[in-house]
């Protein structure tokens, strides 16, 4: 049984850093992409960033360029999201996903199989 928990969400304000992380478990976590999406309330589910099998490349959407940085242990088969210079309009339930195949940018949910429950960032202004 596949699962993954992510962590780390809080309430943060404006500029402050927060680091998620999302261990998985169940699965051979090398032999997958790992991916980071956002939903806000009232808003469609965003793609924030993803990172290759050995960390080779990585992908971060326009809206986190410069202010958020994907990593990844697969020694713990644990994946981070540390995001620096947060912005209100950066608070969303945040999620973890995999994706055993390919995938496209701008990511699309239908491309990763397994999902967290998410953690919930909050930016206060």
């Known amino acids: 049984q596949v699962q993954m928990v992510e962590s780390g969400g809080g309430l943060v304000q404006a500029g402050g850093s927060l680091r998620l992380s999302c261990t998985a478990s169940?699965?051979?976590?090398?032999?997958?992409?790992m991916g980071w999406f956002r939903q806000a309330p009232g808003k469609e589910r965003e793609g924030v960033s993803c990172i290759t099998w050995r960390g080779g490349s990585t992908y971060y959407a326009d809206s986190v360029k410069g202010r958020f940085t994907i990593s990844r242990d697969n020694a713990k088969n644990t994946l981070y999201l540390q995001m620096n210079s947060l912005k209100p309009e950066d608070t969303a339930m945040y999620y973890c996903?995999?994706?055993?195949?390919?995938?496209?940018?701008?990511?699309?949910?239908?491309?990763?199989?397994?999902w967290g429950q998410g953690t919930q960032v909050t930016v206060s202004s």
């Open positions: 996903a995999s994706s055993s195949g390919y995938y496209y940018t701008p990511l699309r949910s239908q491309d990763f199989g397994y």
């Open positions: 169940g699965l051979t976590f090398d032999d997958y992409v």
